[in-house]
């Protein structure tokens, strides 16, 4: 039995140590990057007409993505009014009604497999029950897409958060002779709102900027989207599609487009880590 | 995945007969709600064996073997799409598990507080940048430095190996993998991070105390002790990686051949899907992308299951004390 | 009160000190000094734990240190191998000297340092591996050894941990399952397995039941012929039971140390007396 070099040992961990910096530089660096890119060739197309005007038509400069902006926001809106409700009574039930019963381990595993369903597929299911039977693309069909991402996103949100309350404030709850449903929903959603409210804007800003589900659902579309029941204009598959094309104009539209949903998108996560962060470091 | 073992009181004991019924109904409610995602999952399973029937009794099993893909002579087959999503998919792993795990642990372990928290906000918001930039950021931008410094010099090196012959084009299966490997990243460091966070200081103290350097009491306990965590982490990056869709389908070139070079043209199921399903004008072609998505859709069922039983087994086999 | 003396001198050969058992040694004064701490003081970020602490630890003798909690006894302990440096805002001051070396000197060699001292921890801390890699786990980190040194290596650590024979037909299972006092003996034995000279406890029985803290105590009493241990504990019969050496602590200072006949009987200080009476802590 020899002893080891603690040189050799030693060197070993310098190693890793010094091998670590541009590791983690690699995270830092992709990310600048990427913003850098963005920020440089999307901010010249962000005039007050990207933002107001309907697009031109293919080779003409000018006009806007105010179309696609306003189906975006109202897909999201719409899939979020769709997705939370059900996503926060389902959380409830996980959470309140028998956590351990053989139902819920069932419903907890479908979520999680439906959270790592590949969000193209859930386009092509949204396609195959609400665009081919009433054979054309609509908003109402790309919201429902975006719910269905929400949902299962929502459901495990909201029972970790309903975990976290006490249960001394549930039982106090019921011990005052309250009804179950009164003490969750006016007490145990009460004491979780701020988890509850940050977990549901993290689910919807991340859902605003997919694609895949929109592709074969919402389409896209050149005009205003004045009714639903017709395929609508949104940001990401307009991206898609400019990027794609050989028009200079484009390009710069969809670089524009891609700077504006990064910013929103990631506002909107820093600021629910932020509270979220506050949120725990008080718990 | 957590499991809550306290059994909460189902209904308030003694509670007044009117006040019964409304908490049955609401019971009912929360748990119709939550059978909703259970009615999805089968319903997407029901809808894509339906649509995808054609392709399956024109083309029996043989859809899954081969590679010719011919819209025109209505000929179509899985091989090459399912070799570019696990090829793609491998090569953001190789890269992506143990950069993430070193980041982890650098963060964890190594960086100064406020340094930590610097780099693991931005490797947060690498996670919620949308995967359509990634598309974008990897088309315009990282495809040229492919093209112009990457591929070159791996030619020029390693230019021996199949694997990287052929001209520079920029996009191609690598840089897909590549991508991805930066898409999955910051998920598996996020987790792998929060998983080393939580080892108890003092199994960490004894480590130390028996005299090993950071690096061995990392490598032998706290990552041995994280590893059910570590493993998940790399199960739902994986899990990602297979059926990311946007980012790969600009950059991976989109072609239905399979070459063993890294540099050449490829495709995914989810970026066949993507680019084709709203051009397949024939039944046959339109229930092949079906089918191709029902593949991708198996793929990811049997993945996930193995992923679960894999991570309960590991909570069996530790179960002792914790 | 002895305390500080700079030179000692035997007076006994070895051979008849370490005859002698717990309780019978009236003096530390000829024994051979195996820590040596001057003016030691600590603070965690702005919040000072340790204030001049100063004292001879005896060699091959068991120490104990009581003292009501959050009096500094496991810090002070803590900086014997620099465990506390893991946290970056723990700093300590002075010097504490084993076997004549300065371990916060920036010179020690901190790996040497903790192969050299050992350490049990308040809870036991098996590693998430089988009870036959938990005690090879250090052996192989400080030797290059075959198969057959480490399985030998492994049997003699838990032999003299006193764990051989409650575990030697399951060693590939994990450690977590042993019960919380074998997996206390298990640490001791992992402690072992590397040679150290100095043991640290820092209250080993506190997280476990009375009957396997009595099998502990036997084991620290033979532990005593071979090394020295420097033992924090909250429970004063303990102390009494198995040291030959107690230091009481109070509020980050020693109050006093002496053979632990003395402390407990007829102690100098009036606060010891206190103490030991339980009148307070």
């Known amino acids: ?283 | 995945m957590r499991e809550s073992t306290v059994e909460r009181p189902s209904a308030s004991p003694g509670a007044v007969h009117d006040q019964s019924r409304p908490d049955a109904v609401f019971k009912w409610l929360t748990a119709a709600c939550s059978l909703v995602v259970i009615v999805i999952m089968a319903g997407i399973f029901f809808e894509l064996v339906r649509n995808s029937g054609m392709a399956f009794r024109e083309f029996g099993f043989s859809f899954l073997t081969t590679d010719s893909w011919n819209p025109i002579k209505g000929e179509f087959g899985a091989a090459s799409s399912i070799y570019g999503t696990l090829v793609s998919t491998g090569i953001a792993m190789i890269i992506a598990i143990p950069l993430s795990i070193i980041i982890a642990v650098y963060l964890v372990e190594v960086a100064q507080p406020r340094v930590s928290r610097f780099i693991g906000g931005a490797v947060e918001l690498l996670a919620a940048i949308p995967s359509i930039i990634y598309g974008m950021w990897g088309l315009f931008v990282f495809a040229a430095l492919m093209q112009t410094h990457v591929q070159p010099f791996l030619g020029k090196h390693l230019g021996a190996l199949p694997l990287f012959q052929g001209p520079p084009m920029g996009i191609g299966m690598l840089t897909a993998g590549l991508i991805l490997a930066f898409m999955v990243l910051p998920f598996i460091t996020a987790i792998t991070r929060d998983v080393l966070m939580m080892v108890p200081p003092v199994l960490k103290e004894s480590a130390y105390g028996v005299g090993s350097t950071m690096w061995e009491a990392v490598r032998f306990v706290s990552l041995k002790y994280g590893r059910r965590g570590i493993v998940g982490a790399v199960f739902l990056g994986f899990g990602r990686a297979l059926g990311e869709t946007m980012a790969v389908t600009f950059v991976i070139g989109n072609s239905h051949r399979i070459s063993p070079s890294l540099f050449s043209a490829g495709n995914t199921i989810a970026s066949s899907l993507a680019n084709e399903f709203n051009e397949a004008s024939e039944p046959i072609y339109l229930s092949s992308l079906f089918a191709l998505a029902l593949v991708l859709f198996c793929i990811m069922l049997a993945f996930q299951t193995i992923a679960h039983y894999w991570v309960t087994r590991m909570q069996r086999l530790e179960a002792g004390d914790r | 009160m002895i305390m500080a003396t700079e030179e000692r001198v035997l007076v006994k050969p070895p051979s008849e000190v370490a005859k002698q058992r717990p309780g019978e040694i009236e003096d530390a004064s000829w024994l051979p000094v195996k820590v040596k701490v001057r003016n030691l003081n600590f603070h965690y970020g702005g919040h000072q734990a340790l204030f001049d602490n100063s004292i001879d630890i005896p060699a091959s003798r068991v120490t104990a240190i009581i003292g009501p909690s959050g009096c500094g006894k496991s810090t002070h302990i803590r900086v014997y191998n620099r465990i506390f440096e893991i946290y970056r805002s723990h700093k300590a001051k002075g010097t504490v000297e084993i076997d004549g070396e300065n371990v916060l000197s920036p010179a020690t060699d901190i790996l040497k340092l903790r192969k050299k001292v050992g350490m049990i921890f308040q809870r036991p801390t098996p590693f998430p591996m089988s009870i036959f890699n938990n005690v090879a786990y250090g052996v192989k980190l400080h030797y290059r050894a075959s198969r057959g040194e480490i399985a030998d290596r492994v049997e003699d650590a838990l032999k003299r941990g006193a764990l051989w024979d409650e575990v030697k037909d399951k060693l590939g299972e994990p450690a977590t399952a042993l019960s919380g006092g074998q997996q206390q003996r298990l640490c001791i034995a992992r402690a072992i397995a590397v040679e150290p000279e100095l043991i640290l406890m820092d209250e080993p029985c506190s997280a476990i039941d009375p009957v396997a803290t009595s099998k502990i105590e036997d084991l620290i009493e033979t532990l005593r012929d071979n090394y020295t241990v420097v033992l924090v504990t909250h429970n004063m019969q303990q102390a009494a039971r198995v040291s030959d050496f107690t230091a009481f602590f109070y509020k980050g200072r020693i109050v006093e140390f002496g053979a632990t006949k003395k402390i407990f009987t007829n102690p100098d200080s009036g606060q010891t007396e206190d103490y030991i009476t339980g009148r307070f802590g």
């Open chain 1, 1 to 283: 039995m020899r002893p080891r070099s603690r040189t050799e040992r030693r060197a070993a961990d310098t190693a890793m140590r010094v091998a670590m910096v541009p590791a983690a530089l690699i995270g830092i660096a992709v990310l600048a990057w990427i913003l850098w890119e963005v920020i440089a060739r999307g901010i010249g197309a962000l005039t007050p007409a990207f933002f107001t005007e309907l697009p031109t038509p293919p080779g003409m400069e000018g006009g806007g993505l105010g179309n696609a902006i306003l189906g975006t926001l109202l897909m999201t809106f719409l899939a979020a009014l769709l997705g939370t409700p059900i996503g926060l009574l389902a959380g409830v039930f996980l959470c309140e009604f028998g956590p351990s019963s053989r139902i819920a381990t069932v419903v907890r595993f479908t979520t999680n497999l439906l959270m790592g369903t590949p969000s193209i597929i859930i386009g092509i299911f949204v396609y195959s029950v609400l665009v081919l039977p009433f054979g054309r693309f609509s908003g109402w069909a790309g919201a429902v897409a975006l719910a269905i991402l929400i949902l299962p996103v929502v459901m495990r949100t909201t029972e970790d958060m309903l975990n976290l309350v006490p249960d001394e404030l549930r039982e106090s709850g019921l011990a005052l002779g309250a009804p179950r449903w009164r003490v969750t929903l006016g007490i145990i959603f009460r004491a979780a709102r701020t988890g509850l409210v940050t977990g549901v804007l993290l689910a919807v800003a991340r859902v605003s900027g997919e694609t895949a589900p929109l592709l074969f659902t919402a389409l896209n579309s050149f005009y205003w989207p004045g009714s639903l029941s017709q395929p609508t204009a949104n940001m990401t598959v307009t991206i898609f599609n400019y990027a794609m094309s050989p028009y200079s104009d484009w390009q710069a539209k969809a670089w524009g487009a891609s700077l504006l949903i990064t910013v929103s998108v990631l506002a909107v996560t820093v600021l629910a880590r932020f509270v979220i962060r506050d949120k725990r470091k008080r718990a």
